[in-house]
């Protein structure tokens, strides 16, 4: 009787052979431009807006209208609040553990908490104003914009889970209406969201690589081995 295969062991030869540097190297990059953009932000005019800020602000004040306000309030409920914090992260997990990927739950988990982790310091490290002109009431703190990071964070999670074309297109356009709602509620400045994207994705491929074998590994097996769900579905199919 065979054993069976480790996660690790079960993963395509490309992810066994993922070079550890480069997206070590990149991803901490990421990090480093998130925390260097903060520190010119503050350090080089007392935090006052850039002048791609205060260009930014002007344009999408000029072009408030209701219909962009419904859209934007929707994504700042769906980023934050029970609805970002609570009831999104956890059906995500459930979903996982459901298909049982534990190593993928613990990754989106990790990365997850990583994430907020670093955007609570930042703000308290760099502590910039937020727009005078918000349309919705925020924490301290306006650099980095903790939904984007969230967003982008979650977007390249999925799209490491869930390796289909179509993930990163929709995970890319969720993060840019996120970055865009942010700044037109005037809760962000542009930069803000900059920086909470460099941040999110960052984090996200930073956690990954030590586990990117052990993740398309247990994918793998996961396919190959269908829930019992699935399984009573695929009979009952049969006999109907």
């Not at 918000?134 to 869930?162: E, K, Q, R, W, Y």
Request: charged share 15%; proline share 5%.
């Amino acid at each position: 009787m065979t054993s069976e295969r480790s996660p690790e062991t079960a993963a395509a030869p490309a992810a066994r052979r993922i070079a550890r540097r480069w997206p070590l190297v990149s991803a901490l990059a990421a990090v480093a431009l998130a925390f260097g953009l903060g520190a010119l932000i503050v350090y080089r005019d007392n935090g006052r807006p850039l002048r791609i800020d205060a260009a930014w602000m002007d344009e999408i004040i000029e072009h408030r209208a209701p219909v962009w306000e419904y859209l934007s309030l929707a994504m700042n409920f769906l980023g934050a609040g029970i609805a970002g914090v609570i009831v999104i992260p956890v059906l995500i997990l459930g979903t996982f553990l459901l298909l049982r990927r534990k190593w993928a739950a613990g990754y989106f988990l990790a990365a997850t908490v990583v994430s907020s982790g670093l955007v609570q310091l930042l703000k308290n490290l760099f502590g910039r104003a937020r727009p005078e002109d918000m349309l919705v009431t925020s924490d301290f703190g306006s650099f980095p914009s903790g939904h984007v990071a969230n967003a982008a964070t979650m977007a390249v999670c999925l799209a490491i889970l869930f390796p289909r074309v179509w993930v990163w297109p929709a995970g890319a356009f969720y993060t840019g209406v996120m970055m865009v709602s942010r700044t037109y509620l005037g809760a962000h400045w542009l930069t803000d969201t900059i920086g909470g994207l460099l941040l999110g994705v960052g984090v996200a491929v930073l956690l990954w690589a030590p586990v990117a074998a052990k993740l398309d590994g247990e994918r793998q097996l996961a396919a190959r081995h269908p829930s019992p769900r699935r399984i009573r579905r695929r009979i009952a199919g049969k006999d109907a």
